[in-house]
């Protein structure tokens, strides 16, 4: 049974308390703040506009290791040639408002609710926030977003214009991260799309070591637009 928070509240549950599918807790509000504290224990907001807010400990935690990013022969053709371009922080206003806009079948209206969207405007300019863009001729195709907090990056949200260009984001999102020796992404949800570029499930109970050895390490918000 999910606990109820009451406005104004500025602690959580213990996430080893949400239930069978990941709910943790019902209400509270959306705020800067909150949303720093939350995913610092593994807990992210995910409901539709129209819903109660919902937090969320999902387990077992789907996550990336950055050097164990699956590339396929079909991808590789993309890496080695011109088709696409990337860039980091270059447009991220860009990438969460067309991550908000795509349709998703099957998901309903978009979690990314105008509170979530003006949140990480802000975050992002604090240096917590960061995007990929993917560029064809000029233009925007794909692209993801996401929380830097220590080594760890909470993946948010992703998305595609033209065949692969978000496989093509997370991709160099993993060489960024390898480079600058982060520990993993978490993908807080498993999807096959996810499962297929080398995402994989573990334990709650390792998830949250993962978690208490990242408050160890640096918090510095570095520039990182390329």
Known sequence: MAFYLPPGVDFFPHPFL?????????????SLNQILLAYQYGIFPWSNSEDPLLWWFTHPRCVLYPSKIKV???????????????SVDRDFAKVISLCRKIDRP????TWITSEIHNIFLELHEMGFAHSVEVWNENEIVGGLYGLSIGKIFYGESMFSLQANASKFALIKLCHFLKEREFD???????????????????????????????????????????
Do not use: P
Request: hydrophobic share 35%; net charge negative.
């Open 18 to 30: 949400a239930d069978n599918d990941g709910l943790l807790a019902v209400g509270s509000e959306v």
């Open 72 to 86: 396929s022969k079909s991808m590789r053709s993309y890496l080695n040639g011109n088709r696409f371009e990337w």
């Open 106 to 109: 099957g998901q309903g209206d």
């Open 184 to 226: 993993l992404i978490d993908c807080q949800q498993e999807t096959r799309h996810l499962m297929s570029l080398g995402a994989e499930l573990i334990s709650a109970e390792t998830f949250m070591d993962h978690l208490r050895l990242n408050i160890f390490k640096s918090g510095k918000n570095e520039d990182w637009t390329l």
